[in-house]
């Protein structure tokens, strides 16, 4: 059933949860903890070749998806967008023609995500989003494959702290929903999920038996929670940056603001993290953080995702 649906991810963008089905969804969770056990062998991508594209910096996504490409068999080329001829005004058309006559897939780190859907329009081959601004779905699937392997199959509350408006707290949105645990975000008013993402996340609720609550108040939104997730304030790209320094302070994850969640609650930051801002750093490196496995699974999480996208 799981191979099953893997499969069918065959070929595939991946761009946004929001095209994953459940069952695919949770059928890459469980070949991640496979992939981490030890347990599937095999060069699955031998002879492919996979483009990967920086507009932005990145240490972790792109050191564990180079090296999930390498260890698969594949070849990985580090393709930041200076080096390119975008960089001049080359068409994402051309470059995307282009790339699709020499690579098996293209994969991406973007300022717009509309960078990535028009690539993934003209390229042949697909298209895998290492983060745009407005989601990170590979991250969401290491998140869920961290909360997974602190508490196993059960339904889960989660909550996201801080910018709601985040590229994270979408995909974490949409990850928690099709694996059916409650969502809640704490952001202020202004700094909430975008409305078409909450209606999505909404309506996919309804068949996964997930609840999505909004709220101000950031000790209401991790009361009895399991997991309380935070990023960064500052986006890469945002530009409000005075403001989100006022209004944000009181959403730090911090020890007081443990104290309202389940005792048995663990704390989770995608990094890079800014300690004494969104989280201190007694939290960031206590006893309840899985901040650096969450980091370590997005090795075994993106072996599964090209395994099903270009090898199974
Ligand atoms: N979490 C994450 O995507 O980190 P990088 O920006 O280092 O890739
Ligand atoms: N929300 C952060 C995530 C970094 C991995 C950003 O987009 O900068």
């Known amino acids: ?38 347990l599937v062998s095999g060069t699955p991508l031998t002879r492919k070749y996979v483009a990967g594209i920086f507009e932005k910096p990145s240490t972790r996504t792109r050191v564990s998806f180079s090296v999930a490409v390498s260890s698969l068999g594949g070849t990985f080329l580090n393709l930041p967008k200076e080096s390119l001829q975008i960089s001049r005004g080359e ?63 059960r339904k889960v509350d989660v909550a996201f702290v801080g910018d709601g408006s985040a590229n994270t707290c979408a995909s974490l949105m949409f990850a928690s929903v099709l694996m059916g645990y409650n969502f809640r975000v704490g952001a202020p008013e202004s700094y909430m999920p975008r409305e078409d993402d909450l209606k999505f996340a909404k309506r996919l609720a309804e068949l996964t038996g997930s609840e999505i609550d909004l709220t101000e108040d950031p000790k209401e939104a991790v ?51 800014f300690l004494g801002q969104e989280i201190t750093e007694e939290v960031a490196y206590g006893p309840r953080s899985r901040a650096f496995d969450e980091a370590e699974n997005r090795l075994h999480t993106s072996k599964a995702v090209l395994e099903a996208i270009l090898g199974i």
Request: one cysteine or more; aromatic letters at 8%.
């Open 1 to 38: 059933m799981g191979l099953r649906a893997l499969r069918r991810l065959r070929g595939r963008d991946y761009l946004t949860l929001k095209d994953v089905m459940p069952e695919e969804f949770r059928a890459l969770v469980l070949r991640s903890l496979d992939y981490k056990r030890g």
């Open 223 to 273: 009361k009895d929670v399991h997991v309380i997730y935070t990023d960064t304030w500052f986006s890469m790209g945002v530009l409000d940056i005075d403001k989100r320094k006022e209004i944000f302070p009181p959403y730090q994850v911090n020890s007081e603001l443990l104290k309202a969640a389940s005792p048995e609650a663990i704390v989770m930051h995608c990094q890079p993290w």
């Open 91 to 153: 068409t994402l058309k051309d470059t995307a023609l282009v790339l699709s006559r020499f690579v098996d897939a293209i994969a991406a780190r973007v300022k717009s995500h509309n960078t990535l859907t028009e690539l993934a329009s003209w390229a042949d081959v697909p298209v895998i989003n290492l983060l745009s601004d407005r989601y990170h779905p590979l991250q969401a699937l290491a998140d869920v494959v961290t909360i997974v392997e602190s508490f196993g199959g």
